[in-house]
């Protein structure tokens, strides 16, 4: 047994090292709206650079992805990492809110050409040595390590708003970035271009798929009001604009928000194994997701309600259990009605919808924060489990 562990980390250990630093590139995650506030941009307008950087992939994702498998998932990756590291460099130095939203669009487009190459790359390695049986535990060693490297960044960014100020993080999370850009440069595996085809053809029959992928989604009812409920579920993106400025307002201090949202990633690592011990006891998926919906739904609206910052911290990494469980449901039940020679294409389709829905989530957020307050915003988004129970009640049981 151990030798077949030293033999997997031996073939894969400079893809754990990848997901490694790419995990540890989190800095931001516990402080980038309090950061945006304290330069002066209202909740509008910082709903509005979230909504920037939830438009990108959905205008990227499809060219990006015909870029990673005309060219090679590696160039990729690093032209990728090396411009959005350098672009978060940039971004402290800047104020004005048009530049950072151009900066900020930037970013996420260059970050589609990282998003999906990175697994379909080390996917196409172990089918080269022929090791297609690691696939399974290369994935969940990758999730292991990533969550390792964030819990560790989001430590970092206590210490480091704590002795200095929250320009430092950008720099940090940017080094980061640049880091796995030259990593994955002078120690990336060069795969070979599977595809050498026409660059045109290859967008042309990528799109194509897309068409599919919605047809199918349209024709299916079960698939239909499954995507219309992620349309919904996305609402609940609401409390990433919410959570941190209520926690300060509950009186945490700045400081302690990076070790509160490493206390998510420790959560997640739990939720998932309690998925299955939850289908036992609803027996129907889609019972599952409807507990789960209801739950993350009522926790936001309780949130909303109380005044004690650990009553509500609590409340929160509650919420997060409850999403973490839904989640392996979620795909499987979504998945297991996919043919396969479709499936990442209307895995796609499925994903730009609930895109759209967040899109949509994060600017009506910003709207209700600056003319009603933190808290309607949060209850606002909870409510948004009505209409996803719902969608989930359309769908008809399997015989």
């Known amino acids: 047994m151990k030798t077949e562990l030293k033999k997997e980390f031996k073939l894969l250990k400079n893809f754990y090292i990848f997901y490694f630093l790419w995990g540890l590139a989190s800095f ?123 819990l560790i960044s989001l430590i970092l960014a206590s210490l480091i708003v704590k002795y200095y100020n929250m320009d430092y993080l950008w720099f940090a999370q940017g080094g980061i970035v640049l880091t796995v850009g030259f990593f994955t440069l002078f120690f990336g595996d060069k795969e070979k271009i599977i595809h050498k085809g026409n660059f045109k053809k290859a967008i042309k029959n990528t799109f194509g798929f897309a068409k599919q992928g919605f047809k199918l989604i349209f024709v299916k009812q079960a698939l239909f009001f499954f995507v219309l409920a992620s349309f919904f579920t996305a609402f609940f993106s609401i409390g990433g604009l919410v959570w941190q400025p209520l926690f300060i307002d509950l009186g945490i201090k700045l400081e302690q928000l ?61 919420g997060t259990f409850g999403i973490g469980v839904g989640s392996p449901i979620r795909v499987a039940f979504f998945q297991k009605r996919i043919p396969s020679k479709i499936r990442a294409t209307v895995t796609s389709v499925k994903h730009l919808i609930s895109a759209s829905g967040g899109i949509i989530a994060v600017l009506l957020a910003g709207y209700i924060v600056d003319n009603f307050g933190l808290r309607v915003a949060l209850a606002f988004g909870g409510l948004a489990a009505i209409p996803t129970v719902i969608c989930y009640l359309m769908i008809k049981d399997e015989k």
């Not at 800047?94 to 970013?107: E, G, Q, R, S």
């Not at 194994?273 to 993350?296: C, F, G, R, Y």
């Open 28 to 150: 931001l995650t516990a402080y980038i709206i309090i950061y945006f506030y304290s330069i002066g941009l209202s909740f509008s307008k910082i709903s509005l650079l979230l909504a920037i950087a939830l438009v990108a992939p959905i205008i990227f994702e499809v060219p990006t992805g015909a870029i990673a498998d005309h060219y090679g998932r590696r160039i990729s990756i690093v032209i990728g990492t090396l411009s959005a590291g350098t672009i978060l460099l940039i971004i402290p130095f800047i104020k004005n809110f048009w530049t950072l939203a151009i900066l900020f669009f930037c970013n996420m487009s260059l970050s589609t050409l990282v998003s999906g190459s990175d697994s379909a790359w080390m996917v196409d390695f172990l089918k080269s040595k022929r090791k297609q049986n690691l696939i399974h535990t290369a994935f969940a060693r990758v999730a292991t390590f990533g969550a390792t490297g964030a």
């Open 258 to 318: 990076g070790i509160i949202f490493a206390g998510v990633f420790i959560v997640g690592i739990f939720a998932p194994m309690a998925s299955t011990k939850l289908l036992k006891l609803v027996k129907k998926e889609k019972m599952a997701l409807i507990l789960q919906d209801l739950v993350t739904g009522a926790t936001f609206i309780i949130i909303s309600l109380v005044s004690s910052p650990l009553i509500a911290v609590l409340l929160f990494y509650f």
